[in-house]
Each structure stands twice: as C-alpha cells, then as structure tokens.
C-alpha cells in the first residue's frame, strides 16, 4: 500500500483550493494511506475529512511563543518530537504543494520522493522533481487541476473537498436560532492586503440594502486581527449587520457558510469556501485574481481589470484601490439578483 502526503501548510484559501487533490489522489490510488501536513490553525478545514486517513498538524503558533520568551530548550525538544514522528511515518509520495523552503524541509524528512509544485526559495533542491505547471486554468484551484492532470487524475476528479463537523453543524444552529426567516446572507471583507479590500462604506450600504430588499439577516464573519475594520462597517451600517468577526472558529464559519443563502467576499479563504460548498457566492477581486471560473453556476466572479491588473503585491495606484472602486453596490446586488435566480 502506498502512503502519501501532501504538504500545504498556509493560507486558508490555499488549502481550500488543494483540497480538490484528495477525490483526484484517492481515484489514482483508491487503496492509499493519504495525509495531509498542515498549519494547526487550518485544521477545522480537514481534521472531518473521511479521504484523509491522517492529518499532520503543524504547531507553528507554538514554536514561535517558545521562540520569542526564550524557551528554546522546551521549543528543540518539542520539534524534535513532531519531527521524528513524521519521519516515522515513512512516507513513499510527497507532494509539496506549498513550494517553500520550510515546506520542502518538512517533504525531506518525511522521506520517500518528493514532487515540488513550482518550487522556488532553494527548495527544488531538496526535491525529487519539480512540476511547473502552465498556469491556464483559470477555475478556482487551478494549479492544482492542472498537477492532478499531470499525475493522471481524470478531468472529474478534482472537487474541493472541504467536510464541516457534526460539531460545528450543531453550534451553526444554536447560533442561528431566533432569526427571522431560514435564509441569511454572508459577507467576508477581510483580507491580508489592503488593495484587495472593498471600502467600509460599501460593505454597510450593501448591508443596509440586502436587510431592506429581501429581509435577510447579514453575518460578518472574520477573525480577531479583522476587529478593528469589522467594528468601522457595523458602526457604519446601524443595524444591518450581525458580527461575528473574532467570535468564530473556522469550523463554526464553514458551518455558518454551509446554510448561508449568500456569500458575498474579496480575495480572502471564506469567499472560497463558499464557492466550495457550492453556495451562491460572489468574488470581488480587483488586484488580485486568483481564478476567473468558479466552477458552479451559481457562484461568480466580478473581475474588471485595468491596464495595471492584477497588481498583486505592487500596487501602482498610490492607495485609491481604482480596480475595487469599480465595483458598486448595485452592480453588486445586481450580480447577486442574477445568481440567486440560477438553480
């Protein structure tokens, strides 16, 4: 029996978008020990997963509070210990989707061949072999289509492949008890960069209209970093918005987006689980596009590029964030009529 591990470790939208490698692994190798090693603050997003017979969990957050009080002593003998138990493993195939030095570290000790996608930071050097794919398939995932193509997976095979817990199910519904009416609407505006944010004052106007227009109730979710931001838009939108920024696991969240009769997000991991738990989801991009094709009718992406998108990291607007000021909010509660009309 083969044993294989995959290797994405970071961000939350990443390992979304990988996990449609499980269904493409597992028809390639039905009878497979199939694990995934991954930052422990993703767990919520695989530790459910009936394909995956073991997940590594990776104590990042851990490591660096020893590291910064000067624990180093505790920290050695902890990493030590996380180490050799992924070397004990012995792995035969390890796929280093991540691409980073510290990921390909993690792909060496883990033993057997190692398969880097788009390795770089020195770290094809510790690799087996490295696949560079084309990068032309703009669905959401993409790369990983087209690494399951290469590895001989059938077009079908690849489906994001993300299970909510029974346990994260039943907190959804305690949490959602009392409000009016069985559909309610999401929003995601958090991201790592800010020219990938939508502004404050849209997000409480869309708030304001979705409550008025079709009575739904509209969740904020997000996490504690995102506090600050979160409490601007509620203070904007009165009482349009219920937030729940910071008050969340990632399991309750995917349980939360699971029911929600809408999504609408930025370039930000909670837009893409509603894309794969196939809710009508809308994706503001503008500086980045990490994908034009969702996949599912009732999902899309609101896209208009200018001459110098995507920007991703270079910003060349001096902080007007021109390609998100594109996107009104009644172009987007027209795009939301439109998917919501869809089967």
Known sequence: MIRILVVRLSAIGDVIMASGLIPALRELHPEAHLAWLTDEAHADLLRHNPRLDRLHLWPRRRWRQLGQAGRYRELLREAGAFLRALRAERYDLVLDLQGLLKSAAFALLAGGRRIGLGSREGSRWLMSEVIEVPGKDRRIGGEYRELAAILGASPTAFALDIVVGAGDRARAAALLD??????????????????????DERWAELAR?????????????GGPGDRPRAA?????????????????????????????GLVIGVDTGLTHLGIAQGRPTLALFGSTRPYLQTGHSAATVLYQPLPCSPCRRRPSCGGSHDCMGLHTVDSVLAAAAQVLARP
Not at 209 to 221: C, F, H, K, S, Y
Not at 233 to 255: H, V
């Open 178 to 199: 009392g409000l009016p009416g069985t559909d309610y609407a999401v929003i995601a505006p958090f991201t790592t960069r800010p020219q990938k944010h939508w502004f």
């Open 209 to 221: 209209r979705l409550r008025d227009t079709r009575g739904w109730p509209v969740l904020m979710l």
């Open 232 to 260: 601007a838009i509620r203070g904007l939108s009165g009482e349009a918005l219920i937030d729940l920024t910071g008050q969340t696991t990632l399991g309750l969240c995917a349980a939360l987006i699971e029911r929600a």
